[in-house]
């Protein structure tokens, strides 16, 4: 076994990775695909992708992200042929030896229908499951019948909007005003997303952004902002941006939300969407032994 450390991954680590990815996610029946750019981590020299192989071949992959320089989201993948080898100890054991200098806490990301085939991984890895999780939800391509309102424009975000949304994103997800920033400026300028906004009265009243980098078309960081809720304006913009997308790609549509906001997953439900998937957060147990080996 041989292991790489990278910031970044290249073409053909990345193909390689998305092969695993693919071949993974079938094997498990899971739908999560984890981030595979570095663009938001707070230190882009940081090592960010660690790749396990087999001689020439790709068996094994654990990915972090970390937009603030005080806690990271691991995902941990290994191909079902060279699971139970010492793989994903070995991920996990370089990631940490290598992170030290960080000081980073850590939280791995699995999902429900991982763990229920593989109910001792945690404990291998010396990890406990959180209380709280995310629904992963999905819907077909399937066209709204949409009556146009007047008093909204859903246009797509430029330089000048970026201000606003950050605003309006950092107060509702209580990220700090310069992480919401770099959000908005990257899906401004990442060439596998978009950044769409609604405008009232000549005021940005709510963004999305569109990452269309896999299989799906993933929906995130969809806000109203604060004074315009309750109006509609979230339930036109997902109709108006589906719509769209519809004639853009062939992808279906994906979109996540955290288990304590039932109201948006009913929300999104009323809009065709399906629950996936459970995506579920795992720390280490013994905080004091973070950084031991």
Request: with cysteine; proline share 2%.
């Amino acid at each position: 076994m041989s292991i790489i450390k990278t910031p970044c991954l290249d073409k053909e680590q990345k193909l390689q990775v998305e092969a695993l990815i693919k071949e993974v996610q079938t094997f498990d029946g899971t739908h999560r695909i984890p981030y595979l750019s570095n663009n938001l981590n707070f230190d882009q020299e940081m090592p960010a992708f660690f790749l396990a192989y087999e001689k020439n071949q790709l068996v094994g992959v654990l990915t972090v992200y970390a937009d603030e320089p005080d806690e990271a989201e691991l995902a941990i993948l290994v191909h079902p042929n060279y699971r139970r080898l010492g793989y994903a100890r070995e991920l996990f054991r370089v990631f940490r030896e290598t992170m030290k200098e960080y000081q980073l806490s850590f939280t791995v990301m699995s999902e429900r229908a991982f763990l229920a085939k593989h109910p001792d991984v945690l404990a291998n890895l010396g990890m406990t499951l959180e209380d709280d999780f995310e629904y992963w939800l999905s819907r077909q391509r399937k066209a709204y019948l949409l009556e146009k309102r007047d008093d909204l424009s859903v246009i797509k975000a430029s330089r000048e909007h970026l201000e606003a949304i950050a605003d309006f994103q950092a107060k509702a997800f209580g990220d700090p005003y310069e992480v919401a920033l770099r959000y908005a400026k990257e899906a401004l300028v990442d060439e596998t997303e978009k950044l769409y906004i609604v405008m009232k009265d000549d005021k940005v009243v709510a963004s999305c952004t569109v990452d269309f980098s896999t299989t799906y078309n993933y929906l995130y960081g969809l806000v109203v902002a604060e004074g315009y809720r309750g109006q509609g304006i979230g339930t036109y913009f997902m109709k108006v941006l589906i719509n769209s997308l519809l004639a853009e790609n062939e992808k279906v549509f994906q979109i996540a939300v955290e288990s304590d906001n039932l109201a948006a997953k009913r929300l999104y439900e009323s809009l065709g969407f399906e629950e996936q998937t459970q995506v579920v957060y795992a720390k280490v147990t013994d905080a004091s032994k973070l950084w031991e080996i």
